[in-house]
């Protein structure tokens, strides 16, 4: 069965700063997909960037860059220049390819940013 | 930008009633999805939905939980004979495949 697993309940940066989030993953499949999602206080669940497993190149979206290292099942989450608005659970996701195939998250990791 | 809706955005209900949680996806999606979060615990899957029929379940979602979409738009949650225990955030999703789920804000039910 796959599993994902967010070994840093909480973090705190200082604004401005940079901070990674890591996760790593198990699972058998070579086709999969793995993403970030953003939980602010309102709870809705925001995604900040995705990682499909068979592209080398990591993913960025702005502030928001991966560490995507396939063969040691780890997908860590980079923010640079961190906000105030960045404080939020962040949770690490695995999708397994094809048609079907729900989502799985970690445990999430509760960020603060201090001013 | 379209985005999956969420009705009610907070429902309390007694314990052994009935309750319904609705959701409207995004309209060319083709999954659906719920989810529930237990306060201050990790987003669990309960089931998906794909061709008007359920592709896959959960554990958790056993014969108190069934789901429908009725009218081609909405996407329906039922929750029958709730229990304390069922008390969480449940979110829908949707996704077109096979690309990320976009998720509504979210209902927050209380069973008393």
């Known amino acids: 069965a796959q599993t994902v697993t967010q070994s840093q309940p909480e973090m705190s940066v200082q604004e401005a700063e940079t901070v990674t989030l890591s996760c790593t993953y198990d699972?058998?499949?070579?086709?999969?997909?793995l993403f970030w999602y953003k939980q602010p206080p309102s709870r809705q669940m925001i995604l900040v960037i995705r990682q499909e497993a068979y592209k080398q190149q990591n993913a960025t979206e702005n502030r928001f860059s991966v560490n995507f290292q396939k063969a040691a099942k780890s997908f860590s989450l980079k923010i640079s220049d961190s906000q105030l608005g960045d404080a939020a659970m962040y949770f690490c996701a695995y999708k397994y390819g094809g048609s079907q195939g729900n989502l799985i998250f970690g445990k999430g990791t509760k960020l603060s940013v201090k001013p | 930008e379209p985005e999956v809706t969420q009705t009610p955005s907070h429902q309390v209900t007694q314990m052994g009633q009935e309750v319904i949680l609705r959701c409207v996806p995004i309209s060319n999606h083709l999954y659906f999805y719920w989810y529930r979060q237990i306060l201050g615990q990790k987003v669990e899957f309960l089931v998906s939905f794909y061709n008007n029929e359920i592709s896959e379940k959960s554990e958790i979602f056993d014969d108190q939980f069934s789901v429908e979409r009725p009218d081609g738009s909405n996407f329906t949650l039922k929750i029958r004979s709730t229990k304390l225990e069922d008390s969480a955030m449940y979110f829908c999703a949707s996704r077109p495949d096979p690309f990320e789920a976009f998720f509504g804000q979210g209902t927050r039910l209380t069973v008393v």
């Open positions: 699972t058998s499949e070579s086709d999969y997909y």
